[in-house]
């Protein structure tokens, strides 16, 4: 992880999937120990100082969770709080624990101190109906977070779902704008996606918005006349050199039983697209690596992924000074 990473919240684990045990994670190639105790979330790294065993293993007892090898236990903050057998004071051993913390149905962890709480998506406060999932796959986060925000992709490796049940293509005019830690590009011309999502669920469509954030969030919103008719945001993470993983937050207005019906159409197909994606990032991850991983050739269409680099090398992306305008056909 970068020092500029640091600073920040990343997404981790949906909270329903933080029970009784201890759960493993990997956070930037290093495994850790996620539980809950009532004293409140806790992630320490996962390997006991005594013998190296797998924290995660344990169980948990009180506010602390025990090393299933020889029962140290060690509380949220990873100090030493028994050792099974001991007379007298306990040494002061500790564990590197990270700092966790709760919204929204997610679990977010940091190494640092950040200035806010985290950001969960753009609809925060307002009547909605929202969706959660994990997921996670064989590639780089830069990839994930071109991939989810790459709008010609969707063609191809979505084929009728998202676009594609027409050859009808639409000429759109792509205004990208940016600044320190984030880019978006803003789609405006194409009045409704050729695909069975918005045949099904959408209106009219006026403009569409993909936005990345610093360290790892890939947003899509989907604007009608009336306002943002869906809105998705990815938090991702580099969990291992070879694994993204991520939280999906899927977000519509509340519109009472018609929104609650929308919502029941689009989970499934969410999810289909979601695997339509894992499978081609695993497959690309895979082929790439196969002829010694060389740079991807950006093309003309590449709107974004310039971008990204930039913000992940610790840059401003040239759009925060240089704003740009482009036509394509969508």
Known sequence: MTETAKNFWQAVALSRDIGKRPRQIWWNGTALALFRTAAGLAALHDRCPH???????GRIVGDSVECPYHGWRFDGAGQCTA?????????RYRVP????MEKGGVVFLTEGRPASPPWLHAM?????RCHLVSSATRSTLIDTAENILDATHTHFT???????????????TVTVTGGPG?????????????????????????????????????????????????????????????????????????QGAW?????????????????????????????????????????????????????????????????????IEL
């Open 51 to 57: 013998r190296h065993a797998a924290l995660s293993g």
């Open 83 to 91: 050792i099974p057998g001991h007379i007298g004071d306990l040494p």
């Open 97 to 100: 624990c990270l700092t966790a």
């Open 124 to 128: 925060e406060g307002q009547p909605m």
């Open 158 to 172: 979505h084929k009728g779902l998202l676009r594609g049940l027409s050859a009808r293509r639409f000429a759109v």
């Open 182 to 254: 984030w880019v978006q590009a803003d789609y405006t011309g194409e009045d409704r996606q050729q695909g069975l999502v918005s045949a099904l669920l959408d209106g009219t469509r006026v403009r569409t918005v993909g936005r990345y954030r610093h360290p790892g969030i890939a947003e899509l919103e989907y604007w009608g006349p009336k306002g943002l008719v869906l809105t998705t945001t990815f938090h991702l993470r580099q969990a291992t050199a070879e694994r993204v993983e991520g939280v999906g937050v899927l977000i519509g207005p509340h």
């Open 259 to 327: 929104g609650w019906l929308k919502m029941q159409v689009f989970r499934p197909l969410f999810r289909i697209a979601l695997e339509q994606d894992r499978r081609i990032l695993a497959q690309a991850f895979d082929t790439a690596a196969a002829a010694g991983n060389p740079r991807p050739l950006i093309g003309p269409l590449d709107i974004l992924r310039p971008e990204i680099e930039a913000i992940a090398a610790g840059h401003l992306p040239q759009a925060a000074t240089a704003p740009r305008q482009l036509q």
